[in-house]
């Protein structure tokens, strides 16, 4: 390659990131602009230990484009929980960034805390199997969560969803499992459901059908939560009938690609694809990008959104 032709190879790389990172701040910007001040909440739970009804904190967003009555869906944290770090309440910036995304699209937002009712702040560094928040618990609180949803003013009970991360995406599969006893016996169901790199391994194992339209948000490289069980769960599924499921898998991306933070090696992790080696943690700005307009697509779609 001449030294011209390498300088404008240069230039055109240069620019498209540069292009990439102006896209991803002015989502960012237009995310903070559009949030709402969500209204807190207390949702109680279909889990009830002892006969004692867990109640989860909430964070409610109305969307002020709305119509009447509009969709709704309940957004389900990672093992982190809701909040930002260094303690405190305050919402990450992750959960606040997507309830306003969903806002802008018309659709109100519901964050729910599993953690802290149970005495948990988070699950990440607890082995698999000894975990003191269970998916069954979880499954319990998306249901409930889709029950408060369909009691709101202005909430159209036919266009629920539940979209989570990582052990929240697990949540979703738990909750979306047409197999299991207390999705079919629940009141309320999704009509939508997004996982972004959920753990998939256990249900595939247990098997798995749709009882709404699916997306999976995957990382090729995610060394926590792998590709590979879920691309066979969502193959899998197909025999078992079932709503549609779409899966996106984005080349290099790690777990948490979705967010801004630096990839990183997280050692206080046990498990993993290589279990006591620590897993990959952080942003990758291309798959973020890619991600938030396929999940604007899917939204749009199965809910007839303008």
Same mark, same amino acid.
């Given at each position: 390659m001449s030294c011209a032709a390498a300088a404008k190879s240069g230039r055109v790389r240069h620019g498209v990131m540069r292009g990439l990172i102006v896209v991803a701040m002015a989502w960012s910007m237009a995310a903070a602009a559009a949030a709402q001040a969500p209204q807190r909440v207390e949702v109680p739970s279909l889990d009830a230990p002892n006969g004692v009804v867990v109640v989860q904190p909430g964070f409610w967003f109305v969307s002020a484009s709305a119509g009447n009555? $509009?969709? %709704?869906? &309940?957004?389900?944290?990672?093992? +982190?929980?809701?909040?930002? =770090?260094? @303690? !405190?309440?305050?919402?990450?910036?992750?959960?606040?960034?997507?309830?306003?995304?969903?806002?802008?699209?018309?659709?109100?937002?519901?964050?729910?805390?599993?953690?802290?009712?149970?005495?948990?702040?988070?699950?990440?560094?607890?082995?698999?199997?000894?975990?003191?928040?269970?998916?069954?618990?979880?499954?319990?609180?998306?249901?409930?969560?889709?029950?408060?949803?369909? $009691?709101? %003013?202005? &909430?159209?009970?036919?266009?629920? +969803?539940?979209?989570?991360? =990582?052990? @929240? !995406?697990?949540?979703?599969?738990?909750?979306?499992?047409?197999?299991?006893?207390?999705?079919?016996a629940a009141a309320v169901q999704p009509s939508l459901a997004v996982a972004f790199y959920p753990g998939c391994t256990a249900h595939l194992s247990a098997g798995f059908r749709a009882a709404a339209p699916l997306l999976l948000l995957l990382g090729d490289a995610d060394d926590w939560t792998p590709a590979a069980p879920c691309k066979s769960l969502a193959a899998a599924a197909l025999a078992l009938g079932g709503a549609p499921i779409e899966v996106e898998a984005y080349p290099g991306a790690y777990h948490g690609f979705d967010g801004n933070a630096p990839l990183r090696l997280r050692r206080d992790v046990p498990n993993g694809v290589n279990p006591g080696q620590g897993v990959h943690v952080g942003g990758n700005r291309a798959a973020a990008l890619a991600s938030h307009e396929r999940l604007k697509a899917f939204v749009q779609t199965v809910w007839r959104l303008p």
């Open positions: 009555p $509009a969709p %709704a869906i &309940v957004l389900l944290h990672g093992c +982190g929980g809701p909040y930002a =770090s260094g @303690g !405190g309440k305050k919402l990450s910036q992750r959960m606040r960034d997507y309830a306003a995304l969903f806002n802008r699209l018309g659709v109100h937002a519901l964050v729910t805390d599993s953690l802290s009712p149970r005495g948990e702040t988070e699950l990440c560094t607890q082995r698999l199997g000894a975990r003191a928040v269970t998916q069954v618990q979880r499954r319990r609180d998306a249901l409930a969560a889709l029950h408060w949803l369909a $009691a709101q %003013a202005g &909430v159209d009970r036919q266009r629920l +969803g539940l979209i989570g991360w =990582s052990h @929240g !995406g697990s949540a979703v599969l738990a909750a979306s499992n047409a197999q299991h006893r207390e999705v079919l």
